[in-house]
């Protein structure tokens, strides 16, 4: 028996199926190719769209509209991810920027509106900035002999 065990440990055939197994165990998943939008993102478009539009509510034809819509971005969306339209490229680099500070400004609680308390205690400590200059104003009026009697 382990003589069997050593002859079949050593064919070629089976450590080449034995290492593609491995491999196509340890090798990770594709990514799906399947599209799913939730109900509650597509509901929040369709109401979105219809605030825009100054309605109460999507006609079938408008919702089946925002709904391709919806398919034909996540669409493209992925095509450019694949072509790797996203490397490199200085617009996304500052838009990840700009979400990155806005998440990391909303974790440190930055975005939540400040107390009247706070607001008070911060304009008395900087009052001298929002203080108007005095002004004067001058008016120069010009006028003829001719017509000193419209004035």
Request: proline fraction near 4%; include cysteine; glycine fraction near 4%.
């Amino acid at each position: 028996m382990l003589f069997l065990a050593q002859q079949v440990a050593r064919n070629r055939l089976v450590q080449f199926a034995v290492i593609g197994c491995a491999l196509f165990t340890l090798a990770p998943s594709p990514p799906s190719r399947r599209i799913e939008i939730s109900r509650e993102a597509l509901s929040s478009m369709q109401a979105a769209h219809a605030r825009r539009l100054g309605v109460a509510e999507l006609t079938s034809e408008q919702a089946r509209e925002v709904a391709m819509r919806a398919l034909e971005d996540e669409l493209l969306y992925r095509e450019g991810l694949r072509l790797g339209l996203e490397r490199d490229d200085p617009v996304i680099r500052q838009y990840l920027v700009n979400k990155v500070l806005f998440l990391a400004e909303d974790l440190a609680g930055t975005a939540r509106p400040s107390s009247e308390q706070e607001l008070r205690a911060h304009y008395e400590a900087h009052h001298e900035r929002w203080r108007r200059p005095s002004a004067v104003r001058f008016v120069h009026v010009f006028a003829s002999s001719a017509h000193r009697e419209v004035l």
